[in-house]
């Protein structure tokens, strides 16, 4: 018996996963844009392609889901800006070549979400000098 409750709790783990982001969507606007660069998006390194972005808990939540099977969870938090932007979309700090997602912004809303420094980036922006790059996205 034991190993049935074991057996079943996997499975239904993910169901419920799946059924959260299904329904944390309803209602909220993802932001879904094609990446042209291999990038990082908390800890989880993602290759380039087309990406959807959209928060999945009132807590801050994001989910970033690639094309494929790429899938991360990240923690972002609110932040503010003085005008609302004229466009939607997700911001990137650059080191070099790496890049690592920061900010993702929707048009006509002067609140965003970022993601705080990971400690690989950290690492990064004591010996470098980071640039901004914008990804626009689309509906």
Do not use: C
């Amino acid at each position: 018996m034991k190993k049935k409750k074991q057996n079943l709790f996997p499975p239904l783990a993910m169901l419920l996963l799946a059924m959260g982001l299904a329904s944390a969507q309803i209602g909220q606007q993802a932001v879904k844009a094609r990446i042209p660069f291999d990038f990082t998006a908390g800890n989880k390194a993602l290759p380039a392609g087309q990406y959807r972005v959209a928060a999945i808990s009132a807590l801050g939540t994001l989910s970033v889901i690639g094309g494929g099977s790429e899938l991360a969870m990240v923690n972002s938090h609110a932040v503010q800006a003085n005008a609302a932007p004229t466009s939607t979309k997700l911001i990137f700090r650059r080191y070099g070549d790496q890049y690592f997602l920061y900010q993702v912004w929707v048009q006509g809303e002067s609140r965003g979400r970022e993601l705080p420094q990971t400690k690989v980036e950290k690492e990064l922006a004591s010996n470098a000098r980071s640039s901004t790059v914008a990804v626009l996205a689309y509906e």
